[in-house]
């Protein structure tokens, strides 16, 4: 079955570092970009970046660059996203999908069921 | 960044009526736009991308139609699983998100 699975729920306090994931099965990983999507809680969807893990091409929406990592492990199949230093401001569920190439731009025809993400002290 | 407007915010409708979302560019997007349904608790799911494709497995009473800045989601017929939000997104710099609309029970 195609599909991503990200990892659990996490409650964290705020300053601390986190590193979710997603991992891809049933297609070749190394073949599309996979990116993140925050949804903060009753609100829209929000882009934060793409990594091709074939390559380990990674690029960020301009509002979430330098406020997260994106890495992958193409080894196991699996794209991450980490915080050093987590903020209230960071609770909301997040989203990997896997990005369809068209043309210059790209949809998103696979989603994970999201990872909710805690911040409170 | 490119802004994406929906309209309406929400709306309140029957099964079986014709729904039309509708969503604006703040430039020429060409036809780089794909609409999303989210369902409470879940994912969101793709409906059409490339402005008018029909993803593989969607009902065919989903439509999309537009280009440049102006593009339009149609329901032909609205069944009880259609009640969700539904999401525009623009690819064709940065990808960005429409606000979402309601689709509600009347």
């Known amino acids: 079955e195609v599909q991503l699975v990200q990892s659990g729920a996490e409650v964290k306090k705020p300053g601390e570092s986190l590193k979710i994931s997603c991992k891809g099965s049933g297609y070749s990983f190394i073949s599309y970009w996979i990116g993140w999507v925050r949804q903060m809680p009753g609100k829209g969807l929000e882009w934060m970046g793409i990594i091709y893990p074939g390559d380990s091409d990674t690029r960020y929406s301009p509002s979430f660059q330098g406020q997260v990592t994106i890495s992958a492990d193409k080894s196991i199949s699996t794209a991450y996203l980490q915080w050093s230093s987590l903020k209230a401001s960071d609770n909301a569920m997040y989203y990997c999908a896997r990005h369809v190439t068209w043309g210059i731009g790209w949809y998103f025809d696979l989603w994970g069921r999201g990872t909710l993400v805690t911040v409170s002290s | 960044d490119i802004q994406m407007t929906q309209s309406p915010s929400s709306l309140s409708t029957s099964v079986g009526d014709r729904v039309t979302i509708t969503c604006r560019a703040s430039q020429n997007i060409s036809r780089y736009l794909n609409w999303y349904q989210q369902k409470p608790g879940r994912a969101p799911n793709l409906l059409i991308y490339a402005a008018s494709s029909l993803q593989t497995g969607v009902p065919s009473r989903f439509s999309g139609s537009g280009s440049g800045t102006d593009f339009t989601l149609t329901i032909s017929s609205l069944q009880p699983e259609d009640f969700a939000t539904y999401y525009c997104?623009?690819?064709?710099?940065?990808?960005?998100f429409g606000q979402g609309t309601k689709v509600e029970i009347k």
């Open positions: 997104q623009q690819s064709y710099s940065t990808p960005t």
